[in-house]
């Protein structure tokens, strides 16, 4: 499993960004896919997450700012980013929902900045 994300940078409070995730998984159309995200000296935590039917799930932080999306036919998971906030600064990686379960399938990451 390979999972490549992208699309990070700097940006103020209040802007917005959208990330992608590339994933190399032939069962990727079946798998439960989410965006997780960890600041540092936190432990990583549950950004977003989408099942294979499209249905959508948003950590508590998130919510009406944040839309998780995907592609199937060109196996691509997109997080768009609005309203950011200083304290969403933290390295953004996209894995299988399976995945982070057992902590296991991390590829790297994109850092996400946000200056107040």
């Known amino acids: 499993v390979q999972l490549q994300a992208s699309g990070g940078g700097l940006v103020q409070a209040g802007g917005s960004l959208r990330l992608s995730c590339a994933a190399s998984r032939d069962t990727f159309s079946r798998d439960a896919m989410g965006w997780f995200r960890q600041a540092p000296g936190k432990q990583r935590e549950l950004v977003a997450t989408i099942n294979s039917g499209g249905s959508t799930n948003y950590g508590d932080a998130v919510k009406g700012r944040f839309t998780i999306s995907r592609d199937n036919a060109k196996n691509m998971v997109y997080l768009q980013m609005n309203n950011l906030k200083p304290e969403d600064t933290a390295v953004y990686y996209c894995?299988?929902?399976?995945?982070?379960?057992?902590?296991?399938?991390w590829g790297r990451g994109t850092l996400v900045t946000v200056s107040s």
């Open positions: 894995n299988t929902v399976f995945g982070f379960s057992i902590d296991a399938y």
